[in-house]
């Protein structure tokens, strides 16, 4: 089984497809945001072999903790490949795995493809698995060692209350928490409403 390949992205497809380039072998990959948005260089992208009725495909993530949700996600009943990666494109899994830990229905509701039932049959089938990725999320400090769920949440629920989805909301206070800085709620909301108002 492959777990990782290490190359180039050389092409890059609408809708998530890249093909990485290793020792004049192209390997087609349904990449998470990250994984596609690499530049020009030499990457290491964590991959996973899913086969379907009509066809086999390989998953890609920069991240070794995505691969390990993606694989927990496809335990779900009813939940296949395609879904995960979609639930998974350009989410954080830190604070899919919190949602679930914590029952958020409302914020995994958020996700695509996922309805209040869908929420539900998460939280139910994977509450006590979303453990085993724990480590692997405090390893990684790629999204910031500054980050305070608390005041994360908080400013969510603010940026929500001004009318930004959920969604959004949690994008760009991703972004801003990456900067690794130590946020006060006021100069937070106002950063995130400054970059609202860039996009």
Do not use: C
């Amino acid at each position: 089984m492959i777990h990782s390949i290490k190359g180039k992205i050389v092409e890059r497809i609408e809708g998530g497809l890249i093909i990485l380039e290793n020792h004049d072998i192209g390997f087609e990959i349904w990449a998470d945001k990250e994984l596609y948005d690499t530049g020009d260089v030499e990457v290491k992208a964590f991959v996973i072999f899913q086969p379907s009725e009509s066809e086999w495909r390989m998953y890609g993530f920069l991240k070794r903790e995505k691969r390990a949700f993606f694989q927990l996600l496809t335990t779900v009943n009813g939940l296949g490949a395609k879904t995960a990666m979609k639930i998974l494109y350009d989410a954080s899994v830190r604070e899919i795995a919190r949602s679930i830990l914590e029952n958020d229905l409302t914020y995994l509701s958020t996700l695509p493809n996922v309805g209040k039932k869908t929420a539900e049959r998460i939280v139910l089938e994977l509450k006590s698995k979303v453990k085993q990725v724990l480590p692997l999320l405090e390893e990684t400090q790629a999204e910031g060692d500054a980050l305070d769920l608390s005041l994360f949440q908080q400013a969510t629920e603010a940026l929500e209350a001004l009318g930004y989805s959920p969604v959004q909301s949690r994008r760009v206070l991703r972004e801003l928490f990456s900067e690794k800085k130590q946020w006060g709620m006021e100069e937070l909301i106002k950063a995130a409403l400054k970059k609202f108002f860039e996009k």
